[in-house]
């Protein structure tokens, strides 16, 4: 069989048939059936293109893949222009330069088909940077699996260790607890009389926002509690105010009965809660010494202050379900602690005693027309207080009044001739002078800087010791002084409970003015023998004569002599301390003494019938507010005292009396005329009182 010379076509001319070919299907039209047909001819049969420089002319020799009758490839050469026109023809696919053109679409669809080609889903994946669905859904399970596993711990631990936590915490929503006030102790006397004790009262309140007419509620509670204008003004702002505060006092420690009636109404917004109100069923009995409490029931000073822990009980709780609205659900209070009261006191207080020495001293301000008075009455023997007194005269009406303030222990004056009674005990005690040693006194001397004297101008004569003590020599007492030593004598005003605070430790007490002996200068280092130039409260004099009272030695004083608890259980309190400072020779040297100022001396206005008594009186110049011994008037400024006890010869009872700035110029400055007529007055209820049994041989002076 004849082989067919191959038939050598214009390539560029087979490329735009084919192109031809491939615009005129619908389905190839556009940009990606332009790029199937390129890569197909691309997949051809490689062209080579060689160019050649011959002479001039370039020459481009281009392998189309014929073939000669040998079989060798037939080259053919194009021009340069005829290159560039084939290179800008896009190639058909080799199939369509090898077969037929289909002869229907669905052939043409298949035939496209054929040719594409895609990368494998695994390639594509990696293209994409996606991972693998198996590890997905793996991984999803296992954080849905850990999610239900918390989940379940969360239900584990909720019903077993928080299961308490959160019962308390659901019951909270329904159950509501209040605070229930413990009782407050009582203060008892020494017999059992109430001093001062606790009752109950209400507390009114008002929540503005709640209230359906304020003015008029406002109005009511007046009526009722009969309010101040001021305080009337303050309620009507609050409920007429923009922005309403939930809660408003209206009154405090009111009377309980009106309280339950302000209850009974029922009103919204009113509040009426109980508490309790301090009362002294003896008036203003004992208040100096009692002190006071604040409105919250917290001890504010004195005995309520010095023992708040002792007389505060611990409170209780009390539980209630409520409905919605607030409202008690009735039969379900509870109370989940009992309140516990605080402890009685039991004062060594005499009520009775207590109350006439503060009548005879508000008497004897008001008729001496003084500042105020002080008394104190002390058991020899044990040092318990029976009565302690403070009258002022009140600045706006001008009464004298039992004052808030325990003046005996806080306040403190220069004691005057009172403190000789101390120089003359230790002098005695060291044996340096006896009750009749003799010294020529002067009436005046100079000391240091200072020109010193005695009260009055008397010849400058021998005197006894005692009758220095008996007529109030401040010359003679400083020449007793200078016998024994100031040094010494400053020893014995610190043994006799000078410049200390006593063991009563009470709120707010002094210990005096009392320098150190090498702090003292110029004449304070002689008129200290006398009561000047230092100062002492009334509780620490008292104390200090009570020294040669109870034969030489110092008992300390107190107040409080038992608690008692809620169950009745009684705890005593431990005894007063006790020295020795003197002898009991040179105690009762004293004593006698101090019998003769009564009898003979400055004293004799405190003279009791039948009843030897030893005392010792004090005129003292108090420092005014000017920093002088003179007001602004000029005039001088006295604290006038006298200290006794009696009987003289087994004594039971020390008593003090201080009458605070008598007049200047009245013969009623004196210790002898402000003070003791107030002991001589007070002796008969003591003996009554206390039951004391004087001596048969007591026949007074």
Same mark, same amino acid.
């Given at each position: ?281 003896? $008036? #203003?009995?004992?208040? %100096? !010494? ?5 409105? /919250?029931? &917290? ?5 309520? =202050? *010095? ?23 009735? $039969? #379900?209070?509870?109370? %989940? !602690? ?5 402890? /009685?006191? &039991? ?5 009775? =005693? *207590? ?347």
């Amino acid at each position: 069989m004849s082989r067919r010379t191959p038939m050598v076509k214009d390539v560029g001319a087979a490329k735009r048939a084919g192109a031809s070919r491939t615009q005129s299907s619908p389905k190839r039209s556009g940009s990606k059936q332009h790029g199937r047909s390129r890569a197909a001819a691309g997949r051809s049969s490689a062209t080579t293109t060689k160019r050649r420089t011959a002479g001039k002319r370039e020459r481009v020799v281009a392998d189309d893949g014929r073939r000669d009758r040998s079989g060798r490839r037939v080259a053919t050469t194009r021009s340069p222009s005829e290159t560039r026109r084939r290179r800008s023809t896009p190639t058909p696919p080799r199939g369509l330069t090898r077969r037929s053109k289909p002869r229907t679409r669905a052939e043409r669809r298949d035939a496209v088909r054929s040719r594409i080609t895609a990368p494998s889903p695994q390639l594509r994946a990696q293209d994409r940077k996606a991972g693998r669905p198996r590890r997905r859904l793996i991984a999803a399970l296992l954080g849905l699996v850990a999610l239900l596993a918390l989940i379940a711990g969360r239900v584990v631990l909720l019903q077993t260790s928080k299961a308490d936590s959160l019962r308390t915490a659901g019951a909270a929503q329904w159950t509501r607890t209040e605070q229930i006030a413990a009782n407050r102790g009582t203060i008892f006397d020494r017999h059992g009389n109430e001093l001062a004790m606790s009752v109950p009262a209400a507390a009114i309140s008002i929540n503005p926002k709640l209230l359906e007419n304020g003015p008029a509620t406002v109005q009511l509670l007046d009526d009722l509690l009969d309010l101040s204008d001021e305080k009337t003004a303050e309620l009507l702002e609050e409920v007429n105010a923009e922005e309403k505060r939930g809660f408003v006092y209206v009154a405090r420690q009111v009377d309980d009965t009106i309280g339950d009636h302000i209850a009974s109404l029922g009103m919204a917004g009113i509040n009426v809660d109980p508490e309790t109100i301090r009362v002294m069923p003896g $008036g #203003t009995t004992g208040r %100096s !010494v009692l002190g006071r409490t604040d409105i /919250d029931g &917290v001890g504010a000073s004195g005995l309520e =202050l *010095q023992y708040d822990d002792v007389l505060t009980g611990t409170g209780g709780e009390l539980s209630r379900e409520i409905a919605p609205g607030g409202r008690t659900i009735p $039969g #379900t209070e509870t109370v %989940s !602690v009992e309140p516990v009261d605080g402890d /009685d006191l &039991v004062l060594t207080i005499d009520r009775s =005693l *207590q109350f006439q020495t503060e009548e005879r001293m508000r008497e004897q301000v008001a008729e001496l027309g003084a500042r105020g008075g002080l008394a104190v009455v002390m058991d020899v023997d044990s040092g318990e207080i029976l009565a302690n007194v403070s009258i002022r005269r009140d600045d706006e009406t001008g009464e004298p009044e039992v004052t808030s303030g325990n003046y005996v222990a806080v306040d403190s004056y220069e004691p005057g001739s009172v403190a000789k009674v101390i120089t003359i005990a230790g002098a005695l005690n060291e044996g340096v002078v006896t009750p009749d040693t003799t010294f020529e006194v002067p009436w005046r001397k100079q000391y240091y800087d200072d020109l010193l004297k005695d009260s009055h101008e008397h010849p400058t004569d021998p005197i006894t010791v005692s009758q220095i003590l008996i007529e109030s020599s401040n010359i003679g007492t400083i020449t007793v002084q200078e016998q024994m030593g100031r040094f010494v004598h400053y020893d014995y005003m610190e043994a006799f409970g000078l410049g200390e605070r006593t063991a009563l430790d009470y709120p707010g007490e002094s210990p005096g003015i009392f320098k150190d002996v090498d702090e003292l200068w110029g004449s304070e280092r002689v008129t200290v023998a006398y009561g000047q130039g230092m100062s002492s409260t009334p509780i620490q004099m008292v104390a200090a004569v009570n020294t040669i009272a109870n034969g030489g030695t110092y008992v300390a004083p107190r107040l409080v002599s038992e608690t008692v608890g809620p169950d009745g259980s009684s705890t005593m309190m431990p005894a007063s301390e006790t020295r020795r400072v003197v002898s009991e020779t040179a105690a009762a040297q004293t004593t006698e003494m101090m019998r003769r100022v009564v009898c003979e001396g400055t004293a004799t206005r405190a003279q009791v019938e039948g009843l030897s008594i030893a005392g010792k009186t004090g005129t003292a110049f108090k420092a005014a507010d000017n920093g002088t011994y003179y007001d602004e008037n000029g005039d001088r400024v006295y604290y006038s005292s006298f200290v006794g006890f009696f009987p003289a010869e087994d004594p039971q009872v020390t008593v003090l009396i201080a009458v605070d700035q008598p007049p200047a110029g009245s013969g009623g400055r004196f210790g002898g005329t402000a003070a003791a007529p107030v002991f001589a007055e007070l002796a008969p209820s003591l003996i009554h009182e206390l039951d004391i049994q004087p001596p048969e041989d007591s026949g007074g002076c």
